[in-house]
């Protein structure tokens, strides 16, 4: 089929999800600071950040009923509801620059990385507001970052971690940081409780960039610089 053409000329679209409803397309404006909406009936709607420059990045559907997405420079955490109302919740971490954001499985918050900051922060509601609670995440050097996060069947949650290429030494491998689900139970940001474990991948200066489960319960990951896909076999 011909390809079709949907946001703004100026938007520089980046991220992009499907919908609670499974029809509905939503995508970022990352230049504009709007997220954009394609409605089954191929109308498009544009709603705007109330930060400016906030660099929205990535969507995905979750807890609410809502989108979620990540603000890059916003350093803030969106939400977009189906009417088209976008709130904002402060990331407690400056200059955090959030990345990915993934729905609990139970549904009831939701978890996102942050590069810069080396945490994982979670989004939940205390019964008035939503609310962050960051976990450091146990970096091996200094100079890593982070990328991407997934949960596998089992409810472990897996985060991608590597070198900084902006700040490359000292050198070392990159890796993915399996958390043990009982994170997801725990009542403060102490991680001391939760086992995990560092799986290393074979490439150095690989800038993770996704990592997805497959149907199978197999991980599967993106080496943006190394130009390889990389696969975590659990099953």
């Not at 499985?105 to 960051?134: H, L, R, Y």
């Not at 890593?144 to 070198?163: I, K, P, R, T």
């Not at 799986?199 to 960039?209: E, R």
Request: glycine share 8%.
């Amino acid at each position: 089929m011909p390809l079709q053409w949907y946001s703004k000329d100026t938007d520089a679209s980046h991220g992009i999800c499907l919908g609670v409803d499974c029809e509905t397309i939503w995508f970022t404006g990352k230049r504009t600071s709007t997220i954009g909406r394609i409605n089954p009936d191929k109308t498009v709607e544009h709603f705007q950040i109330d930060t400016l420059a906030a660099l929205p990045i990535f969507l995905n559907a979750g807890a609410d009923d809502s989108v979620w997405g990540t603000e890059l420079f916003g350093n803030k955490i969106l939400k977009i509801t189906a009417e088209g109302a976008v709130h904002e919740i402060d990331i407690p971490t400056p200059n955090c620059r959030s990345i990915a954001i993934i729905p609990d499985p139970s549904g009831k918050c939701m978890w996102f990385t942050q590069e810069t900051g080396v945490k994982i922060g979670k989004v939940a509601f205390d019964g008035k507001e939503w609310k962050i609670t960051e976990y450091p995440v146990p970096a091996l050097q200094k100079n890593d970052v982070l990328a991407s996060l997934v949960f596998d069947d089992e409810g472990n949650l897996w985060v991608q971690v590597y070198v900084d290429m902006n700040n490359p030494n000292p050198s070392g491998y990159d890796y993915i940081v399996k958390f043990d689900k009982s994170i997801r139970n725990l009542k403060t940001n102490d991680l001391s409780g939760v086992p995990f474990s560092t799986h290393t991948i074979p490439s150095k200066c690989s800038v993770m960039h996704r990592i997805e489960k497959d149907e199978e319960g197999n991980l599967w990951f993106t080496e943006m610089m190394a130009d390889r896909l990389g696969k975590v076999t659990l099953k």
